[in-house]
């Protein structure tokens, strides 16, 4: 079993940053992808980032340039630096985990961009 715990969210202007973290524990192997997703109201979730244990990094097309992902293989943990920040990046971000062909969830972190 793995557990996902978020922080780092919080409320900010737009043109602001805000890092985000993800700590994992549990039975973690040594490849695993860990990413982002956000859901803004009414919305579907949509995938904001992900990097492999290896480095490689994937960013949605909404979010390239703007937030940077990284991670910390010794503490498993991973990052989400958000810069530039537009009122439409306004939702609530899940840190997820993919290990061994199963997907484990964080409870969200809500993440609000005034105007």
């Known amino acids: 079993q793995v557990q996902l715990v978020e922080s780092g969210g919080g409320l900010v202007q737009a043109g602001g940053s805000l890092r985000l973290s993800c700590a994992a524990s549990?039975?973690?192997?040594?490849?695993?992808?860990m990413g982002w997703y956000r859901q803004a109201p009414g919305k579907q979730r949509e995938s904001v980032a992900r990097?492999?244990?290896?480095?490689?990094?994937y960013y949605g097309d909404s979010v390239k340039g703007r937030f940077t992902i990284s991670r910390e293989n010794a503490k498993n943990t991973v990052y989400l630096q958000l810069n530039s920040l537009k009122p439409e990046d306004t939702a609530v971000y899940y840190c997820?985990?993919?290990?061994?062909?199963?997907?484990?969830w964080g409870q969200g972190t809500q993440v609000t961009v005034s105007s």
């Open positions: 549990g039975s973690i192997r040594s490849f695993n992808v």
């Open positions: 997820n985990m993919i290990l061994s062909n199963r997907e484990y």
């Open positions: 990097i492999s244990s290896n480095g490689n990094t």
